[in-house]
């Protein structure tokens, strides 16, 4: 990366990734206003992060920032969703925009703790399909594709006390592993 100041470190990584940042934005997003609004919490959260923490780990700035954006499009199409039937903030009254504002600052997680979290998911995951095939397969349709039990024992072609046993087992043996 070379030798940078912070800023000129920031201002280098954004001039390169605007543009792909930008079009992953405005592709989930319905509005270009509300895109712009989000473009603007992607960068700051970049910047607070990069003066808190450095630079010096950050192998792709481009993918580091597409993850903070898939986190912000996410919280804003939570807010949209939940508040009304509305396809963008500028749709909202005065009164909704506060109410808005408050949730969203109220509810904001910390990226860190959820990439942390996301990172911890994933050495769990690898874990456990490293561990034993049918586990593995278990813990995807259980957690990823949102299946019940016995439509994985169905799916399976195993006993329901087969699944229940895995699955049980390997989360007090992951929660021993990764003290959880």
Known sequence: MGDYTLDSYFNRVYDETISA??????????????????????????????????????????????NIAKFECKSYFGVIKKHSRAQSFGDFTEEQMVAVEAEMSATQKNLEDVLCNEMMARQIFEDIANTDEMTGRIFYLHFVCDMKLDEIADALGVNLSTVKNKLYRTIERQKKKFNL
């Open 21 to 66: 940042v930008s079009r992953f934005v405005i592709s989930k997003c319905g509005n270009i206003l509300d895109s712009e609004d989000i473009l603007q919490n992607i960068y700051a959260r970049f910047y607070q992060r990069i003066s808190k923490k450095g630079y010096a780990d950050i192998d792709s700035p481009e993918a580091f920032l597409i």
